[in-house]
């Protein structure tokens, strides 16, 4: 049994959609002759006509459209197939915004390997926190933010993961006593108003001990005994661990979303998200 040409079927699916030889053949840059060559040698391989011509008109008879039908299918799996192994190599420059926490913990994972597979797309990363991010005009600047949002603040941002927040200090001091002092991003941080919110909700006693917008800045001085902070899961880097106290309240959760942005290289910024997503699932 021959197989049907995918070339014939292509053409035949022209001149149905356009509705005539002439246009079908403007489309695809033949003559109209070889488009009628192309749809007589079908009906010669599956022995039925396929059109009835109605005055000067072509039009698909009941094999014609069944036919038609299929022969789309037929085309949209093989042009999705030649696609995929035709994929042109990613180039461009992509601009990350995202929280500093995740930029120590998430990305040295990231980085290597997105530039083994895409070497011709440049990172330009910056840090801050999700408030900052998201606000414009500094949003429009990005290609993907990376954000921590509310679970009970609306979003369009995609959800990635909704991640425990947690307390985390130091395996080396033991929890200070009252007032309980903390390690804090500055305020607009969003583990910062949730700490203090719930500290207050439990009458716990506490003070600023320490105030940096950089987790290497903040582990540094839970590491020197300063106090403790407050984290997503997640973004715990491994010089730390988690804290579990009944003076402690609990966090609760935080969303982890991810905000794609009008962008140059639609591609390359899917690839990276993905990249992104993969490593925070898992």
């Not at 990231?110 to 500094?138: C, H, M, R, W």
């Amino acid at each position: 049994m021959r197989p049907l040409s995918l070339d014939n079927l292509r053409t035949l699916v022209t001149v149905i959609e356009l509705g005539g030889y002439a246009k079908a053949g403007n489309k695809l840059g033949r003559s109209q002759p070889a488009v009628s060559l192309q749809i007589k040698k079908l009906e010669d391989q599956l022995g039925k006509p396929l059109f009835t011509k109605e005055g000067q008109r072509h039009v698909p008879n009941q094999d014609g459209l069944f036919l038609y039908k299929k022969a789309r299918d037929m085309l949209s799996i093989n042009d999705e197939l030649l696609n995929h192994f035709r994929e042109t190599p990613l180039r461009g420059r992509l601009r990350l915004g995202i929280p500093s926490e995740f930029a120590t913990t998430l990305l040295p994972g990231i980085i290597g390997e997105f530039n083994q597979l895409y070497p011709d797309v440049a990172l330009e990363i910056t840090s801050s926190l999700s408030k900052e991010l998201l606000n414009e005009p500094k949003s429009e600047q990005f290609d993907l933010i990376l954000a921590l949002i509310n679970p009970e603040q609306a979003t369009d941002g995609e959800l990635v993961l909704e991640d425990d927040l947690v307390w985390v200090g130091s395996a080396r001091h033991s929890l200070p006593h009252a007032p309980l002092p903390l390690v804090l991003a500055p305020d607009g941080c969003v583990y910062r108003s949730r700490a203090l919110k719930r500290l207050q909700e439990q009458q716990v006693n506490w003070r600023i001990a320490y105030t940096n917008a950089d987790l290497y800045g903040l582990t540094a001085a839970i590491q020197q005994g300063l106090g403790v902070t407050a984290l997503a899961k997640t973004s715990v880097p491994l010089e730390l661990e988690l804290i579990h106290h009944p003076s402690l309240p609990a966090l609760g959760k935080i969303k982890i979303c991810l905000f794609s942005q009008k962008t140059s290289h639609p591609q390359a910024a899917e690839k990276l998200a993905q990249f992104i997503k993969l490593r925070l699932q898992r």
